[in-house]
């Protein structure tokens, strides 16, 4: 499938790096609305075209565009490719408001495009080990759940660490997704939430990087709990934070009548996974990773839009579903909702939790 790249920055990098390396899709343009950050792209990868977004967008040789836009212009590229009649696979959140979100599902079924969108990392090798020992009973029924997402922010590193740190971004939506994600699709689907959070530091000075000695305002809560009630009974709790840089809680894990499994961390492909019983000395024992093949490359993202033009190519809804992404972003929205309302939040969509790899699907970036 002839796939066009919107948005040259620091992520497209590896997109790029992979899917041009794909044999299942072929990188025809990449767009920026900064124009020389396409040209460095196309010159990087090899891309035989580099453009403008509404250049892109117009161009009858795109069947597919991969939005890798900044958060807040997710829903206006990915409505914008819809309705020139494009699928769409895009980067995480899908979007940042629900009223976005249900304009992108209602056009999507109108044109009849396919939309996906990150995360894909349940798509690695560690995610589908974790929810093979979960699917064939050997831990018994998952009763709940921990997550933990702490961290420094991205002000350290990134060029432009504002957008972390407003509305549409934060730690829950930022990086809060994987986790979510990943709950939803070893659990199911979330019937209702509570949150809390709060600012931690109304303004950052990152003392290094790209934007050391700068004041970052802050604007968004950086410091997030939530409550997920399962709609199959389970429970979990999340929190996610920027601003501790350090910490040692473990990722996340899945407590089950029979066992106790350790999911490898949501932001990455790999493992490793661990499982224990529920006996008071019962030692942690680390589990074979299946689908060895997802795991080419260390950062493997962009197999999502390979396993998208798979479903498209037959007929069926990608794993990385519309339906999976909206209900995620429900679920987080609820939380940050019920922190500023100090209410319980029902959440009103649901979705089918992905369907795991077929043992001889060999979903690589890279051949």
Not at 231 to 259: K, N, W
Request: overall charge negative; proline content about 7%; hydrophobic content about 45%.
């Amino acid at each position: 499938m002839r796939v066009g790249v919107v948005g040259c920055g620091k992520i497209s990098e590896v997109y790029l790096n992979n899917l041009t390396r794909s044999s299942e899709v072929e990188v025809v343009a990449c767009s920026d609305v900064v124009i020389e950050r396409a040209q460095q792209r196309a010159m990087e990868f090899g891309v035989p075209k580099a453009c403008g977004n509404d250049e892109l967008l117009a161009d009858a040789n795109v069947e597919m565009i991969v939005n890798l836009t900044v958060p807040l212009a997710h829903a206006e590229l990915t409505l914008a490719a819809i309705a020139a009649g494009k699928h769409v696979v895009s980067e995480k959140p899908l979007a940042t408001t629900m009223e976005d979100a249900r304009r992108i599902r209602d056009e999507a079924r109108a044109r009849g495009v396919t939309v996906a969108c990150a995360p894909d990392t349940f798509l690695g090798p560690g995610f589908q080990t974790s929810l093979a020992l979960l699917r064939d009973g050997r831990l018994g029924e998952p009763l709940a759940a921990t997550a933990f997402m702490i961290r420094r922010g991205p002000e350290s590193w990134h060029a432009n660490p504002v957008i972390f740190y407003s509305a549409g971004a934060g730690p829950m939506l930022d990086v809060g997704v994987y986790y979510v994600t990943h709950l939803v699709s070893l659990l199911g689907p979330v019937r209702q939430v509570a949150g809390m959070g709060r600012i931690l530091y109304p303004e950052l000075r990152p003392a290094e990087g790209p934007r050391a000695g700068d004041v970052i305002p802050v604007t968004t809560p950086t410091f997030v709990t939530g409550l997920l009630d399962f709609a199959g009974g389970a429970q979990a709790v999340l929190l996610t934070s920027f601003g501790i840089p350090g910490d040692e809680l473990p990722h996340m894990r899945v407590y089950c009548t029979d066992g106790i499994l350790a999911v490898p961390d949501p932001n990455t492909f790999a493992g490793p996974v661990l499982v224990r019983g529920n006996e008071q000395d019962s030692p942690w024992r680390e589990e074979p990773l299946l689908f060895e093949t997802t795991q080419v490359r260390a950062n493997s993202r962009g197999i999502g839009v390979i396993e998208a033009v798979r479903a498209i190519r037959v007929g069926r809804e990608p794993r990385a579903s519309l339906q999976l992404a909206y209900h995620v972003l429900e679920v987080m929205l609820g939380i940050l909702e019920s922190g500023e309302s100090g209410r319980h939040v029902a959440i009103e969509s649901t979705c089918e939790a992905p369907e795991p790899l077929l043992g001889d699907e060999r979903l690589v970036a890279t051949p």
